[in-house]
């Protein structure tokens, strides 16, 4: 019974990460929801592991595996965006609401732009759940580098060298424009190399060095927000990767 419940423990840890992620995004505490983001997507990777290796894996963890996802890789960037709608300086409106509350509701309408990544994310694990093929490569964006490319986001703006890319990017149009294109990511049906297999013939090899040699100088030289770029870097290989080797396969 405690071996069953190992990996049921560290899903249970990454949907608490994917909360307190949450909490801290709301009170504009990028930096600390980005943490607790990564710590929620490093105890998604060790449930699964952990569950092929005591040989227990069951529906009910692959169930509650989506849910935990879903906070922390599908709420939490989405809050993340609510809240970087905000910085961009749009103001709420107040609504009056009559009998049976009579109160005033204030709201900024552009927030709800920033939950349709929660909505694609859930698109995105639901396929994943019913696929029964096993791959050993992604078929559109993982939402994990979705939601580290977004909980890095206001943490690479702050950066002194990514300065220039707020008034770009931290605007309603630069927004709307990341959160279409991310979500379509998601929902694409085109393959991204994984660390699934190492099987998969010698360009997914070089390509798999590359990204990790080069997200760690990212993050070296610019900080946690060079995770926004090493996830950047990894839909760039995987362009070459589809562009250029499989059109030789």
């Known amino acids: 019974?405690?071996?069953?419940?190992?990996?049921?423990?560290?899903?249970?840890?990454?949907?608490?990460?994917?909360?307190?992620?949450?909490?801290?995004?709301?009170?504009?505490?990028?930096?600390?929801?980005?943490?607790?983001?990564?710590?929620?997507?490093?105890?998604?990777?060790?449930?699964?592991?952990?569950?092929?290796?005591?040989?227990?894996?069951s529906n009910l963890g692959v169930q509650l595996d989506s849910m935990a996802d879903m906070v922390t890789c599908g709420v939490?960037?989405?809050?993340?965006?609510?809240?970087?709608?905000?910085?961009?300086?749009?103001?709420?409106?107040?609504?009056p609401i009559g009998w049976p509350l009579n109160t005033v509701v204030e709201f900024i309408p552009w927030v709800f732009i920033g939950f349709l990544i929660p909505l694609g994310a859930a698109f995105r694990l639901a396929r994943f759940n019913i696929d029964g093929s096993k791959k050993n490569h992604f078929v559109g964006l993982p939402t994990p580098a979705m939601a580290m490319f977004f909980g890095a986001l206001p943490i690479l703006v702050k950066h002194p060298d990514f300065a220039f890319l707020k008034p770009l990017l931290i605007t309603n149009p630069g927004l709307i424009f990341l959160t279409f294109i991310f979500v379509l990511l998601m929902n694409a049906s085109f393959d991204l190399f994984s660390?699934?297999?190492l099987k998969t013939g010698k360009p997914d090899t070089l390509l798999r060095m590359l990204l990790l040699v080069s997200a760690p100088?990212?993050?070296?030289?610019?900080?946690?927000?060079?995770?926004?770029?090493?996830?950047?870097v990894y839909l760039f290989l995987n362009l070459i990767n589809n562009s250029l080797f499989k059109s030789v396969d």
Request: charged fraction near 10%.
């Open 217 to 232: 100088i990212l993050i070296y030289y610019v900080g946690l927000g060079g995770i926004c770029l090493g996830v950047l």
């Open 76 to 95: 939490a960037p989405g809050i993340i965006m609510a809240q970087l709608f905000v910085m961009a300086g749009n103001k709420p409106i107040e609504i």
């Open 195 to 197: 660390f699934k297999s």
């Open 1 to 57: 019974m405690i071996k069953k419940s190992v990996p049921h423990f560290f899903t249970s840890l990454n949907l608490l990460s994917g909360c307190f992620s949450i909490y801290f995004a709301y009170i504009f505490q990028f930096e600390t929801a980005l943490i607790f983001l990564l710590t929620g997507v490093f105890f998604d990777v060790w449930d699964g592991l952990l569950a092929r290796l005591l040989k227990v894996k």
